[in-house]
């Protein structure tokens, strides 16, 4: 089995299948808050899953946990990040822990895609794509997607490399009919 090293942010909510998928190869380390998720997530794979139990808009508290994690299993060779908007500093926290990975990360429908990138230092031993949370259309309504579509989505992301790949559409502000 040949072991990478994968970082996944917030990978115990909707990301929950591509962690475990990616565990049942690789080692992984997997960021997430909720205790009990994050518990339910690592037995799945508890000899190659590994967890962080942060707040990732703590600085501190990433970056620490960034470089015990590096120090422990070695670089990341891959992130996966689902980092919001409102995070403060987190996502470029996890780039600069993370100079030679091949970088997915996952924007919401409201995100602005270009400018999300344009707000980070990626170097050029990083590849760096996007993956954007759209809706899909339900007859006239639109409906968010569901955990198995976004985990469908990402996991064909990480598969081909776009640098960009929507999944499902994007809707306007207060265009949600569902």
Known sequence: MNQKHILIVGGTGMLAEVTSCLASEHLVTVIGRDPERMAKVVRRNPETCHSLLLDYRS???LSKGLQESIKWYGPFKQI????HRDSGKAMQIILN?????????????QANSEQEKRALCINEQQTYRQVQLGAKQDGENFRWLTHEEIVHGVIDAIEHSFDYQLIGQLVKK???NG
Not at 80 to 83: C, D, F, N, T, Y
Not at 97 to 109: C, E, F, P
């Open 80 to 83: 996966i990040a689902w980092v």
């Open 59 to 61: 600085e501190q508290d």
């Open 174 to 176: 207060g265009g949600m």
């Open 97 to 109: 822990h993370s100079s030679h990975a091949d970088v997915l990360h996952i924007l919401g429908n």
